[in-house]
């Protein structure tokens, strides 16, 4: 971690070079933007999920009795700041963004950062999302989580980008974190270098196909010192559907990558213990896809569906997660301006290495006011 601190602030001070070389032009214009939203949301879940507002499939439990929980949050609520800065002919872009979501089961939540970052020309630098993912590819849901086979993920990161391109050519150096299962005496250390992402984004008249590709390694002490490469790729495109309409999708495939998806987040599966003094990296694949309708301007819907699954391998134990499925159905109405409506229900299937499966259902609302207030 002190080895990416110092990245990080090498990085930082190469860009505060590079703003202070491009002041050759007077400084025109800027902007502060302070904005968010409150949310309350009201949820009904058919069975014990822990009080998490995060529907995730693999965290269904399997051969239990299920005992209905209800439960009312406000942690969603968020709060931003987006500076511009006029530099010359470019702008230098500094966000700052938190929400109250440090923990799903905790109903009351302490702040935690999502985004801080400075954008500026080809270099962004500082927390956003993962260079693996697209924010426009994010079903509208009311779930806080979205679909399990999702790669929705925030990281540090140093990002180089095409500038003022239409089409957008980019690479990232992202802080390495594993997400193994260990075993006897096999214990994890420090990542020695960062994640390596490179993406393509094609846009055009229909909307945008983006391709990303990773490599990465997490290392572990056994009888030695020994690293784990991964590797995975990822598709994701949203193709607009008349005026409004939009059809999102996404598959992702790898292996060693489950850190950067959604519904693999808590189950350790980058690499698994084989018995020996050394680690399997398990792959993953999945695959989701969301249709976003308007009935009026102010009344929309989506219908999501998703599955992810992992690998057969003799390594994982009966009870372990083999497969996840997880469908949404929801509508939203804008009362006013800024002031919106949402009632969802979502269904959920996990199915463990021995068959044995179990479900759940979740019916949830949410009531959202958001604000913006800009300074010049």
Known sequence: MNKMNRYLTLMIWMLSMKITMAQEASVSESQLDFYGFGRTTFVWDNRDLGRSDLFVPANIKVGTTKVPGFFVGAKQTRLGFDFKQSVGANV??????????????????????????????????????????????NPTVVDFEGPNSSTLSRTPQIKFSTYKSKNVLSVS???????????????????????????????????????????????????????????????????????????????????????????????????????????????????????????????????????????????????????????SANIFYDVVKNFTFGWEIIAGERINVDNESGTAMRVQMNATYKFNRSFK
């Open 92 to 137: 230098l872009t500094i966000k700052v963004e938190g929400d109250f979501h440090n923990d799903a089961t905790d109903a009351t939540g302490l702040f935690r950062m999502r985004h801080a970052y400075a954008d500026y020309k080809f270099i962004m630098v500082g927390m956003t999302w993962s260079n693996f993912f697209d924010e426009k590819v």
């Open 173 to 327: 150096l992202e802080n390495p974190i594993e997400n193994i299962t260990l075993g006897d005496s096999i214990t994890a250390l420090p990542e020695r270098m960062p994640d390596l992402i490179g993406s393509y984004k094609l846009n055009a008249g229909f909307g945008f196909i983006k391709v990303a590709a990773l490599v990465r390694e997490f290392r572990y002490q056994s009888d030695e010192a020994r690293s784990l490469i991964g590797y995975g790729a990822t598709i994701m495109s949203v193709v607009n559907a008349g005026k409004k309409d939009k059809l999102k999708f996404q598959g992702v495939m790898g292996t060693g990558v489950a850190r950067y998806i959604q519904g693999a987040s808590g189950l350790n599966y980058d690499a698994v213990y084989n018995g020996t003094n050394e680690l399997e990296a398990l792959q993953m694949y999945g695959a989701n896809i969301s249709y976003e309708h308007f009935w009026k301007d102010h009344l929309y819907s989506s219908l999501t569906a998703g599955f992810l699954s992992v690998e057969e391998n003799s390594n994982l134990k009966k009870n372990n997660y083999q497969s996840g499925y997880y469908a």
